[in-house]
């Protein structure tokens, strides 16, 4: 991910997108049309601070783990071994009828929930 402030093209962090539905919610709060939830897996800039700051949660290292809003535009794709539509012939949804919605993701003869 790229910081949101304008300064530059820095890479901040490092994590996998998991949505762009704007109807979904990030820590309480909805994802509206620019944005999208990321599960941020490893900060490259620790004190650079998030887009939408949540609940003991400011900066990129204490998000470390979690989903947060960042903003699509600000988004990049550092691996392009697989286009997008590899990658949905591997999804299969589910839906919950309490309107949860499960994601399998088949990988070879593994899967992962």
Request: charged share 25%; aromatic share 10%.
């Amino acid at each position: 991910m790229i910081d949101w402030t304008g300064n530059g093209d820095t890479i901040v962090d490092e994590g996998r997108i998991i949505t762009s539905d704007p109807d979904d919610l990030v820590n309480d709060c909805r994802l509206g049309p620019s944005d999208v939830k990321v599960l941020v897996d490893s900060a490259t800039v620790p004190d650079t601070y998030l887009w939408r700051p949540a609940l003991n949660m400011c900066t990129i290292e204490s998000a470390i783990g979690q989903m947060i809003a960042w903003l699509a535009s600000k988004c990049v794709n550092l691996e392009n071994e697989q286009e997008t539509e590899d990658i949905a012939q591997l999804v299969k949804f589910h839906f919950h009828p309490h309107k949860y919605k499960n994601i399998y993701i088949y990988w070879k003869d593994d899967y992962v929930v």
